[in-house]
């Protein structure tokens, strides 16, 4: 009866090659969002989507590409991948309601050799 | 952009010892949230704040949102073992209730 679930935990990936993360929720929430936690443990949103709308998309490259197939799944591609691409990627959802409460799903840590 | 300044950036306390740690902002913040982070694990919504004055309990933890709405603190008391992790201030930051803005994170270690 996970919330927020992410597959898969750990990632580890050769310098170049294409990777994709899955997020899904079961909470009924409209929106979702990806963030990454840098090694100072500093949480930066990269993208949102509401209703499987793209609502936040920050300074990221467009080597990362996020993708809602419905309301309660969002994906993240990343293309070439390259060494400062190693970081925690975690996906969170919240309600519209909700004042701006978003709930974390447990991350996933990506390694770029 | 936003930003968080949350203090202190690291606390090492003994067990059973309270704990107050807390984020201020130059900017004015409609929600303030608090999270805690356990290695290896996504940040856990431990309180949430909604007005500015609002003082909110969960088990042994308190927070308060700023009646000037650019702080909020959160106090831990009789600290135990497990309350080990970073703690985070956040708010949603650009007049937008989906963008979250974090702070640096507060890294808690207790002794027992």
């Known amino acids: 009866d996970t919330a927020v679930s992410q597959t898969p935990k750990y990632l580890v990936t050769q310098m170049g090659n294409d990777k994709s993360i899955k997020c899904e929720q079961n909470l009924g929430h409209d929106t979702m969002y990806w963030y990454k936690q840098d090694s100072k443990k500093f949480l930066k949103i990269m993208f949102s989507y509401n209703n499987k709308e793209l609502i936040i998309n920050e300074t990221v490259p467009n080597r990362f590409s996020p993708k809602s197939p419905d309301k309660a799944h969002l994906n993240l591609h990343i293309n070439s991948l390259e060494l400062g691409d190693s970081a925690v990627y975690f996906c969170?959802?919240?309600?519209?309601?909700?004042?701006?409460?978003?709930?974390f799903g447990p991350g996933t840590r990506l390694t770029v050799l | 952009g936003q930003q968080l300044n949350q203090s202190p950036q690291s606390m090492f306390i003994q067990e059973g010892e309270d704990v107050s740690m807390n984020c201020t902002s130059s900017s004015i913040f409609n929600t303030w949230l608090w999270y805690k982070q356990d290695p290896g694990e996504g940040p856990v919504l431990l309180i949430a704040?909604?007005?500015?004055?609002e003082l909110t309990s969960n088990g042994r933890l308190t927070a308060q949102f700023g009646i000037t709405r650019k702080d909020s603190f959160l106090n831990i008391s009789a600290s135990i073992p497990s309350d080990v992790g970073i703690y985070f201030c956040a708010g949603p930051s650009g007049g937008s209730n989906y963008k979250l803005t974090f702070g640096k994170g507060t890294l808690l270690t207790v002794n027992p």
């Open positions: 969170a959802s919240s309600q519209d309601s909700g004042q701006g409460t978003q709930y």
């Open positions: 704040l909604y007005k500015a004055g």
